[in-house]
C-alpha cells in the first residue's frame, strides 16, 4: 500500500485547493497508508492554520479511522488516544497520541513539564 505525506492529508480534510485535492483523491483510490506522524502532524496543521475546533479535529480522525480507501497505522492506539483527546481537548491530540504510543510500547512513566498531560495515567510530571 502506497503511503501519503501530512500536505495530501491536509488537501483531502481542508478542501481548499481544487487541483492539489483531485491529485490527491485520485492517489488515495488505490489505497493510503497515514503514518502516526503524518496524523499528528496533520492535527496539528488543521488546529493551529485552520483554526479547526478540538470536537470537529477528533470527528476527522475518526472519519480516517473508518475510511474506505485509507488506513491509518496502529488503529487501535489511535482511538484510545482519541478517546483521552475528546475527554481532555486541552492537553491536545499528539500529547494524547505520544502517551498511547509510550504505554503500547510499555516505556512509561512518560516523563513531561506538561502539568495538564501530567495529569493522565502513564504520564509523570517532572
Not at 17 to 33: D, M
Not at 90 to 107: K, M, P, T, Y
Request: charged residues 25%; hydrophobic residues 50%; contains cysteine.
Amino acid at each position: 500500500m502506497r503511503a501519503i505525506d501530512t500536505n495530501v492529508l491536509v488537501r483531502l480534510l481542508a478542501r481548499d485547493e481544487p487541483r492539489q485535492l483531485a491529485s490527491a483523491e485520485a492517489f488515495v483510490q488505490a489505497g493510503a497508508w497515514v503514518s502516526l506522524l503524518v496524523l499528528m502532524e496533520t492535527v496539528w496543521v488543521m488546529d493551529s492554520v485552520y483554526g479547526i475546533k478540538p470536537g470537529p479535529l477528533a470527528d476527522g480522525v475518526d472519519m480516517l479511522l473508518d475510511h474506505k480507501q485509507m488506513v491509518v497505522e496502529d488503529a487501535d492506539l489511535v482511538k484510545v488516544a482519541l478517546e483521552k483527546y475528546r475527554k481532555h481537548p486541552d492537553i491536545g491530540f499528539s500529547d494524547c497520541l505520544i502517551l498511547e504510543v509510550a504505554c503500547a510500547a510499555g516505556h512509561v512513566p512518560l516523563g513531561t513539564f506538561d502539568r495538564r498531560l501530567a495529569k493522565l495515567k502513564g504520564a509523570q510530571k517532572l
